[in-house]
């Protein structure tokens, strides 16, 4: 028997509304987080979405009629082909047929960029669905000379438009009005489209909308392009896969044709409805720039100039805080020599912790230098200009033009490249550009080429003014270049490529660097070496100070003790005795067996066993070299008190001929094989994934190893 009251409010329940639920989407940064935040105040959670660690946040609003409301917040995008695992959550979101039910979309948009914003705006209206349009940002578009007239944007879109202000709570009640107002109307689907459909799909898009009769034109051509991604069972895969074949479904020119038809259809309505006080003198300017910038001759030449004032910074401009860094490192560690026991904890504070952390951040500011100067180039516009005039040199080598985003960003780091990738449609071109990629020189080959750059390459100014060393680290990246065109000239003849693929880009105005906006790069530059990389680089020296500090059986304790004799006997040679005793302790450690097991297959580079224990090292993460030789030679070197930097360790170190380690030979030998071998786990890991198979990685990595070991095979024996 229930008791009346719990009876009376389990009706009361069952007699509730359903709750709605409602989207945030939006470009990155344009301001949607903020209006979550704003429309939900702490009535909100986070989780993650299904099957990634994506970040999913949800919450509650309530509306003014005390009718409460779903907020979820999507991951940022910039259009409905999602490149980025977080776009296609948004996308699959949005999209597949069993995800959340969304009865309203809120598109938020920056109003001082609104052409881009417009382009998924554009996209998310054909959907289907409700759509309410968030303009953000109107203060910062004022100060730009942007003035957008908010009531002819909402008639020329056919959707409400709402200024707001999340920051200040400004709009947010004029917000809810609008939603409370869409939401009265359910259910409700929007039929006027933002554009037609191509010409070339719409006998596809029939019968596909017979499968599926509810979708919208603009779903079912998504349906077509990416139905691998919606879980669909096999019979329903195979009737797409027919419907593709039967009428030629091209993926690539209809998404062509679409962008240039939304565009077309974007710049009317910014027409009407946006004023740019100095819209038509920035343009104006920007063409006469372009003239220059983007010349068929001119435009190669300039481009390579950048490129060589970037690295000639990026060593000229950091050698005085590395310098720093090294003095301060060097006093640390000859205090704690001073102040500390000579027992095995100081030993691994000294050699272990402190050699470890030294080579990590002695590399800081020529990380924050090459970042700052990326993203100022990014700032100011130039970047693009870099894109379109690479997509041209990348076509002759047999990529897509889109290849060129992916191989810039792998100047960061190749594992979001390799991802990035996912927005080229022909198959066979991204697994091209997914197979290259990793030429490029990521910023984890910087410290290492710096090291060797400085040992090898003379300090000396060319021409009285360049830099020799900025000239071979720009070098350096030049030679991962080609490498990856040639290599992509070769396999586009065994991975047989018949559809090209379109690149369009949208070259930005020319616009003054946002100062705040570098300096923020360059600190999430250097915090994200410091603890992701540096996490790497610590505990892998750590396992090198273990296996360089012991070794099997009582060899090392032999060694102790016949050199405490020597001593005892020859106490004038202490220094010198010091030094042969630490020699052959490490050669008779642990990472002294396994460097000298695998020496004779580098020694015809050049390379000594301990090189040899850094190579394997370097396949946890290329900036472990750094960190490997950090520990290395201050487990096996002299025991001065001055504590000499690494460079000067590895400067003075000597083969037991009593010839050099470190010559021009084995040093540029060395660069380049850092420049071509395939050594992060990470960068196969990401390939494994992309592609489905470990085929695909393992060829990689013999084909990467094989030129990387040739072309050192042939720079040591040619210099030496």
């Known amino acids: 028997m229930i008791p009346a009251d719990t009876a009376y409010f389990c009706n009361l329940f069952y007699q509730l509304p359903p709750l709605l639920h409602i989207a945030l989407l939006g470009n990155p940064n344009s301001g949607k987080s903020s209006l979550f935040n ?112 908010a009531q002819a944007l909402s008639v020329s879109l056919g959707v409400p438009v709402v200024i707001i202000n999340p920051r200040a709570n400004k709009g947010i009640d004029k917000l809810k009005s609008s939603i409370e107002a869409e939401l009265s109307k359910l259910p409700h689907r929007r039929t006027a489209e933002f554009i037609p459909l191509p010409q070339s799909a719409n006998a596809a898009v029939k019968d ?19 139905h691998e991604n919606f879980g669909f069972n096999a019979g329903l895969q195979d009737q797409i896969e027919k419907i593709e074949k039967d009428h030629s479904f091209n993926h690539t ?77 060097g006093e640390l560690s000859g205090w704690l020599k001073n102040i500390l026991p000579g027992n095995w904890f100081a030993d691994l504070l000294i050699n272990g912790v402190v050699a470890g952390l030294g080579g990590i951040v ?87 080429y710096t090291i060797l750059i400085a040992l090898v390459i003379p300090k000396k100014p060319l021409l009285g003014f360049l830099s020799l060393q900025g000239l071979v680290m720009m070098g350096l990246y030049i030679l991962g270049i080609l490498v990856a065109l040639a290599v992509a000239s070769i396999l586009k003849w ?24 570098i300096g923020i790069t360059m600190i999430e530059k250097a915090r994200v070496f410091v603890f992701e990389a540096g996490k790497v680089i610590m505990v892998i020296s750590l396992i090198l100070w273990l296996l360089s500090s012991y070794g099997p059986g009582n060899k090392r304790e032999n060694i102790q003790k016949e050199y405490a004799q020597k001593l005892t006997e020859n106490p004038g040679d202490a220094d010198q005795l010091e030094v042969w005793k630490n020699a052959q302790l490490l050669e008779n450690s642990y990472a002294g067996i396994l460097g000298r097991a695998i020496e004779p297959v580098i020694k015809p580079l050049g390379y000594d066993w301990k090189i040899g224990i850094a190579l394997i090292t370097s396949f946890a993460a290329r900036e472990v070299f750094v960190g490997t030789m950090a520990t290395l030679y201050s487990v096996g070197g002299d025991a001065d008190e001055e504590s000499p930097t690494l460079r000067k360790k590895m400067a003075a ?56 070991y040739v072309f050192s095979l042939i720079a040591y024996q040619v210099l030496k």
């Open 653 to 708: 170190a000597v083969k037991p001929d009593g010839s050099k380690v470190y010559t021009l030979a084995t040093g540029v030998s060395l660069m380049i094989f850092y420049v071509l071998a395939m050594q992060c786990m990470s960068t196969l890991a990401i390939v494994k994934r992309e592609t489905g198979s470990w085929k695909w990685p393992l060829i990689q990595f013999l084909f990467m190893t094989v030129l990387a």
């Open 38 to 149: 704003a429309l939900t105040g702490l009535n909100q959670k986070v989780g993650n979405f299904p099957g990634v660690t994506i970040e999913k946040k949800t919450g509650v609003t309530v509306l003014s009629g005390k009718q409460k409301v779903s907020v979820l917040d999507l991951p940022g995008s910039y259009s409905l082909y999602p490149r980025r695992t977080d776009e296609w959550v948004a996308y699959q979101t949005l999209l597949k047929p069993d995800s959340l039910n969304i009865d309203l979309l809120v598109v938020v948009a920056d109003a001082s960029n609104l052409r881009r914003n417009l382009l998924y705006v554009s996209q998310v209206m054909d959907l289907g669905k409700p759509v309410i349009l968030a303009l953000t940002m109107m203060d910062l578009a004022r100060k730009r000379g942007v003035k957008v007239d």
């Open 362 to 448: 002695v590399f800081i500011p020529q990380i924050m230098i090459l970042f700052g100067l990326i993203t100022l180039l990014e700032d100011t516009g130039y970047m693009a200009r870099i894109s379109f005039l690479s997509d041209k040199i990348m076509r002759k080598a047999g990529l897509n033009g889109k290849s060129v985003m992916p191989m810039i960003s792998a100047f960061a780091c190749a594992v979001p490249a390799i991802m990035s990738a996912r927005n080229i449609e022909n198959k066979k071109e991204r697994l091209l550009t997914i197979l290259v990629t990793p030429f490029m020189s990521c910023s984890a080959r910087l410290p290492v």
């Open 208 to 226: 596909i909308k017979k499968i599926f009769p509810a979708l919208s034109d603009y779903t079912a051509v998504h349906y077509l392009i990416n």
């Open 253 to 329: 020119r209809v998404q062509a044709e679409e962008i240039q038809t939304r565009y077309s259809r974007i710049s009317e309505i910014m027409h009407d409805s946006v004023k740019e006080v100095t819209a038509e003198e920035r343009k104006r300017t920007t063409e006469k720039i372009d003239d220059i910038l983007i010349h068929r001759t001119w435009g190669y030449a300039i481009m390579l100039l950048v490129l060589f004032l970037l690295f000639q910074s990026v060593f000229l401009i950091a050698e005085y805080p590395m310098n720093a860094i090294e003095w301060l490192f």
């Open 494 to 517: 065994i991975i047989r490529i018949k559809e090209k693929s379109f690149f369009i880009l949208e070259l930005p105005l020319y616009r003054p660097p946002r100062w705040k906006n």
